[in-house]
């Protein structure tokens, strides 16, 4: 499947299986939905002539901004009374962010050290790629590693753990935060 947001290239195959020559050939495609034309090429599209037995591809890029199956169905005419069709599906999907933590100790004294836990999951369907988290550590904890990392791909239905850690510095409660961006 093609994933939300990039571009998937189709190739549709032309082919003239007469004795003849066909004159005026044109190709329509016509995209469903949520599924559109990505490189700039425009349809209907003169094709010209096609020889008899000859055939040609034409590589057509499509993105989709949504998550779904969508139908793709060309036509093919030519100057006489000669038409071919054909249709596709195109499936697009994508990631679905989750973040979870887990901060060890819960309680801990001035001077020991804390960690958090941080799970990343993608529950989606498709991957997420170079997710960003980042650890707001909280007053009362001196920080005694980064406070942000980077996960370069997290494929569908796989989960990623990072491991923050301080140490405690003042008395109370401090409330710890983490975001995730992909």
Known sequence: PGI???????VITISNTGDADAE???LEDMPSGGLRISDGQTFPMNIGTLAAGETRDVRVRFTSDAEGNFENKVVLRDGGAATAQSSCSIEFVKGALEITKVCEPAKANIGSQVQFIVTVTNSG???LENVVVVDEYPAGIKPTSKNSATLPLIPAGESREIIFTGTASEVGTHNNSVRATA
């Open 24 to 26: 005026g050939v044109v």
């Open 125 to 127: 369907r498709g991957p």
């Open 4 to 10: 939300v947001g990039r571009d998937v290239e189709k």
